[in-house]
């Protein structure tokens, strides 16, 4: 009989993390939720063993406290195979453009904090061997666009620090790292917001293309829904003189 691996979901309160968590449990894993909302998390989680039977642990975290993000990872039970990180804050674009402390709040919230804490799993598993470490970015880090730039500028940080981590570890044996770049998904982040439909994604559809990535060997920069490949290829092709005229 095999070990039943354990993935940690960090942001485990999200839908994206919820969404993901249950795929994992589906397949039969063992489910650590990382959260600072700790009641929305054990909804999840409630919901998750009654469609599985799989049991989840808690683990509280406010990433944005970096001086205890190496506590945080040595007190885990076990030292997870597979840690995926959905952190993230969508902001106010115009309220970041004045008010300085929402604007570092955003840039620290989608880059500093998980890629210190996604830094730190990086050299575990490498001390180990073996370990997956999926970190959830976004299209809008692809092209700083004017209507949300602070958002944009952070993920595309995160996208560069996943790039240059995946190029290490490809030198270190068995640890993957992934990077998936959603569109639009309908979550609780975008629920204010008129989505184009044939655009937009369920968060069930971003936890099935994590899982297969991460654990089916697919890919390992994955854009969700696959169309937005395309768009952001098309918009990042379009030449500075005339992207600065679009109201994008
Ligand atoms: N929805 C979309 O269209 C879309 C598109 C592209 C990328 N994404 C990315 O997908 C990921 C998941 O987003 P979502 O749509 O599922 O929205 P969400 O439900 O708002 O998820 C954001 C998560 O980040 C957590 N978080 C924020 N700051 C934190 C902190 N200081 N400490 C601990 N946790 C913190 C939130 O926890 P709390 O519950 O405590 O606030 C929440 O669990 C994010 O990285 C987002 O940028 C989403």
Redesign the pocket.
């Given at each position: 009989m095999t070990a039943q691996k354990t993935v940690l979901v960090?942001?485990?309160?999200?839908?994206?993390?919820?969404a993901t968590a249950l795929r994992y449990a589906q397949a039969g894993w063992h489910v650590a939720l990382?959260?600072?909302?700790i009641v929305?998390?054990q909804r999840n989680a409630d919901d998750i063993k009654a469609r599985t039977g799989v049991e989840v642990t808690l683990h509280p975290?406010?990433?944005?406290?970096t001086d205890k993000l190496a506590d945080f990872a040595a007190s885990l039970p076990v030292l997870p195979d597979t840690v995926i990180?959905?952190?993230?804050?969508?902001g106010d674009q115009t309220r970041a453009e004045s008010d300085l402390a929402h604007a570092c709040q955003i840039m620290r919230?989608?880059f500093e904090?998980?890629s210190l804490l996604l830094g730190l799993f990086a050299q575990a598993f490498q001390a180990r061997g073996s370990g997956t470490i999926v970190g959830?970015?976004?299209?809008?880090g692809d092209r700083g666009r004017g209507s949300n730039y602070v958002?944009g500028a952070a993920?595309s940080g995160f996208s560069q620090f996943l790039s240059g981590m995946r190029n290490r570890m490809a030198l270190a044996g068995e640890v993957r790292v992934i990077t998936?770049?959603?569109?639009?998904?309908?979550?609780?982040?975008?629920a204010h917001l008129k989505?184009p439909a044939p655009l937009?994604v369920m968060?069930e559809r971003?936890g099935a293309d994590i899982f297969h990535s991460a654990e089916e060997n697919g890919r390992e920069v994955i854009y969700v829904g696959r169309r937005f490949w395309l768009v952001m290829t098309i918009i990042c092709l379009i030449p500075e003189r005339i992207f600065k005229r679009l109201k994008l």
């Open positions: 960090i942001g485990g309160s999200s839908d994206i993390g919820h990382a959260a600072r909302d929305a998390a975290l406010d990433v944005l406290q990180s959905v952190i993230g804050e969508l919230t989608n904090a998980p959830v970015s976004s299209v809008a958002y993920k998936v770049k959603p569109g639009f998904v309908r979550t609780r982040m975008t989505l937009t968060p971003v």
